[in-house]
């Protein structure tokens, strides 16, 4: 009897690790969740709870991600959480999160850059955490100087905390205000 209740278990056991999804598979059932919650969005209209629809498109993501940790799925799947975290969503420090535990689990990922500029921006623009932000945006321009994003980091470092009426409106140089006194 023993034996046959070990044998169960191992059968169960063997039989389930087969059943188990690939990290395309797994991938693709995440794409075609999006894309009905992405569906139904769009013929609900207001009517709908958008963020709750895109729940489960995160669930799925987020199981390529445990399940094959180190496929090119697992690194698409993860970035797809941060960007529906920090968009439909509208959960910014979930987005920080996810974009931080791509830049971990991925350092030299295709969207490492992205990933950790838009912690900065995060932090600066929708929690408002300008301390968080500027070291965010220091740590980029320390990893990616040379990136297409260093000057966008650099801007973002410089305005941190500045109003958007005090961004439009700039200074004169130095120069000019000495023009414009002897004109007077």
């Known amino acids: 009897m023993k034996n046959a209740v070990i044998l169960l278990v191992f059968a169960t056991l063997l039989f389930a690790g087969c059943s188990k999804k690939t990290a395309p598979e797994l991938f693709q059932q ?3 969740t999006q894309q009905h ?4 969005a769009d013929s609900l209209g207001t009517k709908a709870n958008v963020p709750e629809l895109f729940v489960p498109v995160v669930r799925d993501y987020e199981k390529v991600f445990s399940e094959h940790p180190t ?10 959480v941060a960007e529906l975290q920090a968009g439909v969503l ?5 987005a920080v999160d996810a974009f931080r535990r ?4 991925f350092p030299s990922g295709p969207k490492a ?3 950790m500029f838009m912690i900065g921006y995060i932090y600066n623009n929708n929690l408002n955490m300008l301390d968080s932000a500027s070291a965010a945006y220091k740590r980029f321009l320390e990893r990616f100087p040379e990136s297409e994003l260093a000057t966008s980091a650099q801007y973002e470092l410089n305005t941190l ?3 958007p009426e005090e961004l439009l409106s ?15």
Do not use: C
């Open 30 to 32: 995440a794409l075609e």
């Open 37 to 40: 919650a992405q569906y139904a």
């Open 102 to 105: 791509y830049e971990a689990a």
């Open 71 to 80: 496929s090119p799925e697992a690194e698409q799947a993860l970035f797809k």
């Open 170 to 184: 700039p200074e004169p140089a130095p120069a000019q205000t000495q023009v414009a006194k002897k004109a007077q």
């Open 161 to 163: 905390g500045k109003k």
């Open 90 to 94: 509208n959960n910014p420090q979930k």
């Open 113 to 115: 850059q992205t990933a």
